[in-house]
C-alpha cells in the first residue's frame, strides 16, 4: 500500500460534558512550521456536535503537542441551521484572515437531519472565531433542494474553487430515510457568494453506491488529485464490507474526474480502531511528503489517526 500507517492520534476522553464521543471529520491547518492544528467534531449528551482542535508536531502528527479545552464555536440559536450541531470542514488561510468552512445540524421531522455550511472567520491566526452570519452560505436552490456538507476549498488565482456534499434525495430503506450525496463543485470571487450550477465532480459509480463524502484536493504539475470516502446504500453502518473506504480520483481542470478507487493505496487495517471503516480523509503536502489524517470506525467513534504517502 502506497499509505503506511502511522497509527492512531486522538479521540476524546469524555472529560467534559461537550465531548463526550467521536473525533469526527478531521481538518488540517498545516500553515505552522513547526506544529499542526487538527480542528475536529466531537458530540455531546444529547449527540449536539461541538467543533474543537488539537495541535501536532508537524511532520510526526502522532505526537500531541495541546489539547484545546472547549469548543471554539456556540451552537447556533434556536430554530437556525446550526442550532444542533457545528462540525468542522475546511480551513483556508487568505488576507490575513482564516476561513473555516463548517457543517452547521439540525433535526427534522420526516428526516433524521438536515446540514448546510457555514462559515467562521479568524483574524487573530486562528485563536478565536466569529461566524460569518446566523444563516449558511450554503441553503437548499432550485438545482440543489436537499442538504450540502462538507467542504474542500481552495484558491486559485482569484477564484475560490469547492468540492463539496450535495445530497441527491432521501429514500426510505428497511423502513428508515436514508440521504444519498455526491460531490459536486462550485465557484466563487470571495468565499462567500458561491455560484452553484449543481456541476458533479464524482457521482455514484453504480445504484448500489450512497454516499460520497469529504473530499480533498491538492493540485500539482500534473493536475488535481482527490482522496474522498464512499459507502454503499444498504447495511452501511452494520456490515464493514458495505461501510465507508477511502476512494481517489484524478483531474485536469478541477472539474471533470476520473475515478480510481483501485489507485486510493489504503484500507482497513486487520483489527483495531480504523479495522471496520476509513472515512473522512484530509490529505496536506508537507515539504513534498504527503500525510492523511482520517477517521476510523463508526464515522469517528474511534477518533483519528495519520497515514504518510511512500512511494
Not at 466531537?42 to 500531541?64: C, K, L, M, W, Y
Not at 462540525?87 to 446540514?115: A, C, E, F
Not at 474522498?228 to 476512494?247: E, K, L, M, Q, V
Not at 489504503?266 to 496536506?284: E, F, K, N, R, T
Amino acid at each position: 500500500m502506497p499509505w503506511q500507517k502511522l497509527g492512531h492520534v486522538f479521540c476524546p476522553a469524555a472529560e467534559q460534558g461537550w465531548n463526550v464521543s467521536h473525533a469526527q471529520v478531521p481538518v488540517v491547518d498545516a500553515s505552522g512550521e513547526s506544529r499542526w492544528r487538527i480542528y475536529y467534531g466531537t458530540r455531546d449528551g444529547e449527540s449536539r456536535t461541538h467543533t474543537s482542535f488539537i495541535e501536532v508536531q508537524a511532520g510526526n502528527p502522532t505526537r500531541v503537542l495541546y489539547v484545546h479545552p472547549e469548543p471554539i464555536l456556540p451552537l447556533g440559536e434556536i430554530g437556525t441551521f446550526d442550532d444542533c450541531g457545528v462540525m468542522p470542514s475546511w480551513v483556508v488561510d487568505y488576507d490575513q484572515r482564516k476561513y473555516l468552512y463548517y457543517i452547521g445540524w439540525t433535526v427534522r421531522n420526516t428526516v433524521p437531519y438536515h446540514n448546510s455550511i457555514g462559515l467562521a472567520v479568524s483574524e487573530d491566526g486562528g485563536r478565536t472565531f466569529r461566524k460569518y452570519s446566523t444563516g449558511p452560505i450554503f441553503s437548499p436552490t432550485v438545482v440543489e433542494p436537499y442538504f450540502t456538507g462538507t467542504s474542500c476549498v481552495l484558491v486559485e488565482g482569484g477564484t475560490w474553487k469547492n468540492w463539496y456534499l450535495s445530497c441527491t434525495k432521501w429514500e426510505v430503506i428497511d423502513g428508515r430515510p436514508e440521504p444519498f450525496y455526491n460531490i459536486k463543485y462550485a465557484e466563487s470571487s470571495d468565499g462567500i457568494n458561491w455560484v452553484r450550477e449543481g456541476t458533479v465532480a464524482i457521482d455514484y459509480a453504480s445504484a448500489d453506491e450512497g454516499g460520497l463524502v469529504k473530499a480533498s484536493v491538492l493540485r500539482d504539475l500534473n493536475g488535481y488529485r482527490m482522496w474522498y470516502s464512499h459507502r454503499h446504500a444498504r447495511n452501511y453502518r452494520t456490515d464493514p464490507a458495505r461501510s465507508y473506504r477511502i476512494g481517489y480520483a484524478e483531474s485536469a481542470d478541477g472539474i471533470q474526474w476520473r475515478r480510481l478507487d483501485g489507485r486510493a493505496g489504503i484500507d482497513v487495517s486487520s483489527d483495531g480502531w480504523d479495522a471496520q471503516m476509513l472515512c473522512y480523509p484530509h490529505v496536506i503536502d508537507h515539504s513534498g511528503q504527503l500525510f492523511m489524517i482520517y477517521n476510523g470506525n463508526g464515522f469517528g467513534r474511534t477518533g483519528f489517526g495519520a497515514a504518510r504517502w511512500v512511494d
